[in-house]
């Protein structure tokens, strides 16, 4: 039974260029939902996607962006990118609706941008 | 609006000491759930725990162990014998329930754990 993964696994960018981030869920999940981790801190969520919709957003700029696509994986993008954007990026996937539903996380992206 | 606090930033033990995180959370619903991650130097996080609010029964999952107490507003976490492969940061969390699901994992900043041989 795959986890949850995500690809790539490391990116270097520029300042502002943009970027894309992919995420498969785990079987069986309909739920995917993104977090940023800036070094030495806790995540923070962006959004969340359910039946190719967002459904919930955290505190993040428009220029962060998602999708997600008929078999539940999803994108996340970033447009002009800022030297703050540089952190590990987290997709975790469940299932909705749950009450306390456990979220699966994946390996992450680690974006550093120059 | 919900927080999670964990005040140590890092511990060091010696191997098969015992250790103890401590994680705070204010919240104002009265269902609630509380979650503890494992990251190890790879980045992943690891489930380890869910408790509910209505629950407040510790756990133990074999050298794992889990305090949560209301009245305080904590759910600290117990590692009995601590060993090497422990080390890693620790992050507690919290979700509320909305809608037809939760809200998103608030976490705490984690606490980083070293255990040395």
């Known amino acids: 039974d795959a986890g949850v993964t995500q690809s790539p696994t490391h990116l270097i960018k520029t300042r502002g260029q943009q970027v894309t981030l992919r995420c498969s869920p785990k079987?069986?999940?309909?739920?995917v939902s993104w977090y940023q981790q800036a070094l030495g801190q806790g995540p923070q969520f962006i959004f969340q996607?359910?039946?190719?919709?967002?459904?919930q957003r955290g505190n993040f700029p428009d220029r962060f962006s998602g999708h997600q696509f008929p078999n539940y994986s999803s994108e996340l993008n970033v447009n002009a990118l800022l030297l703050g954007d540089s952190a590990l990026y987290l997709c975790?996937?469940?299932?909705?609706?749950?009450?306390?539903?456990?979220?699966?996380f994946g390996p992450g992206t680690r974006l550093t941008v120059l | 609006a919900q927080k999670v606090t964990q005040a140590q930033t890092e511990i060091s033990v010696v191997e098969k000491e015992d250790v103890t995180l401590d994680c705070v959370y204010e919240?104002?619903?009265?269902?609630?759930?509380l979650f503890w991650y494992k990251q190890p130097p790879s980045g992943e996080l690891v489930f380890l725990i869910r408790?509910?609010?209505?629950?407040?029964q510790n756990e133990i999952s074999g050298r794992y162990s889990w305090n949560f107490q209301k009245s305080t507003s904590s759910f600290n976490f117990t590692i009995t014998a601590s060993q090497v492969v422990d080390s890693a940061v620790y992050f507690c969390?919290?979700?509320?329930?909305?809608?037809?699901?939760?809200?998103?994992?608030?976490f705490g900043k984690g606490t980083r754990l070293s255990v040395i041989a």
């Open positions: 975790a996937s469940s299932l909705i609706p749950g009450q306390g539903y456990e979220q699966f």
């Open positions: 079987s069986g999940h309909d739920t």
């Open positions: 996607y359910y039946e190719e919709e967002e459904r």
């Open positions: 919240t104002r619903d009265t269902t609630y759930y």
């Open positions: 408790r509910n609010s209505f629950d407040e």
């Open positions: 969390a919290l979700s509320e329930p909305w809608n037809s699901g939760n809200t998103p994992l608030v």
